[in-house]
């Protein structure tokens, strides 16, 4: 088991009091898998640098992970594949 962070920008359409619910659904194959989701930060609100499928905005989600690496792949697929999520990065940290 690795450690990851992955960071995450929503679609700012998404209701921000639903967004920790929609964060831990994203993040059942985590823990279906034998991993743990360690610390989950909201940042919120964000402006974008630039636009992002035509948002100027973003909800801002930073979380650290314990998962394999075979989890971490289909983490990465099913993030690309979930339209809510317009960016995301996930990476294990440096020390």
């Given at each position: 088991?690795?450690?990851?962070?992955?960071?995450?920008?929503?679609?700012?359409?998404?209701?921000?009091?639903?967004?920790?619910?929609?964060?831990?659904?994203?993040?059942?194959?985590?823990?279906?898998?034998?991993?743990?989701?360690?610390?989950?930060?909201?940042?919120?609100?964000?402006?974008?640098?630039?636009?992002?499928?035509k948002?100027?905005e973003?909800?801002?989600?930073?979380?650290?992970?314990?998962?394999?690496?075979?989890?971490?792949?289909?983490?990465d697929?099913?993030?690309?594949?979930?339209?809510?999520?317009?960016?995301?990065?996930?990476?294990?940290?440096?020390?």
């Open positions: 088991m690795r450690q990851y962070e992955l960071m995450m920008i929503i679609d700012p359409e998404t209701d921000e009091r639903t967004l920790p619910a929609m964060v831990e659904k994203l993040l059942t194959v985590v823990k279906a898998e034998g991993g743990s989701v360690d610390e989950t930060d909201i940042w919120g609100r964000r402006r974008l640098a630039y636009d992002i499928k948002k100027s973003g909800l801002y989600v930073v979380t650290t992970l314990t998962m394999g690496t075979d989890t971490a792949k289909e983490l697929r099913q993030l690309g594949l979930n339209e809510s999520v317009l960016r995301f990065k996930l990476q294990r940290p440096t020390v």
